[in-house]
């Protein structure tokens, strides 16, 4: 899908700000122990994790059948920034803000955080040269 349509990349993170919000709300009020265990800094796992620590079957079944098309989309998006040592550093605090706020057990702070990294890659690909994001 993402080759025969090359804006599709924003289509899938608008859809991921919606989900993966919703997800670290959940995942504050829901996850234990061992699901704040599995959550890993590695993008894509990292988000995944989280959908699995809402307990939500619903919520779960969707985000792990979008796994593949979020992994390609990441992959593609990945290739169209030039990623420097602060935009990683950035991206690391994000992502332990997130992880933070889950294990805070604050859903308010986690889906305010998810919402900003998020926003943060949207600027990201919008400042690439070759501007593939809507």
Same mark, same amino acid.
């Given at each position: 899908?993402?080759e025969?349509?090359?804006?599709?990349?924003?289509? +899938?993170?608008?859809?991921?700000?919606?989900?993966?919000?919703?997800?670290?709300?959940?995942?504050?009020?829901?996850?234990?122990?061992?699901?704040?265990?599995?959550?890993?800094?590695?993008?894509?796992?990292?988000?995944?994790?989280?959908?699995?620590?809402?307990?939500?079957?619903?919520?779960?079944h +969707?985000?792990?059948?979008?796994?593949?098309?979020?992994?390609?989309?990441?992959?593609?998006?990945?290739?169209?920034?030039?990623?420097?040592?602060? +935009?990683?550093?950035?991206?690391?605090?994000q992502?332990?803000?997130?992880?933070?706020?889950?294990?805070?057990?604050?859903?308010?702070?986690?889906?305010?955080?998810a919402?900003?990294?998020?926003?943060? +890659?949207?600027?990201?690909?919008a400042?690439?040269?070759?501007?593939?994001?809507?």
């Open positions: 899908m993402l025969r349509q090359p804006h599709a990349s924003a289509d +899938v993170l608008e859809l991921r700000h919606g989900l993966e919000t919703l997800s670290t709300a959940y995942a504050a009020e829901h996850a234990t122990d061992a699901d704040l265990a599995r959550i890993a800094e590695k993008d894509a796992a990292f988000h995944l994790a989280i959908a699995d620590a809402t307990h939500n079957v619903a919520l779960t +969707v985000m792990h059948g979008l796994n593949d098309l979020m992994r390609a989309s990441m992959l593609m998006s990945h290739r169209l920034v030039d990623y420097d040592d602060d +935009v990683e550093a950035n991206l690391l605090a992502h332990r803000a997130i992880h933070d706020a889950i294990v805070a057990c604050d859903p308010v702070r986690a889906r305010e955080c919402g900003a990294h998020l926003d943060y +890659v949207r600027t990201l690909y400042r690439s040269p070759s501007k593939n994001m809507k």
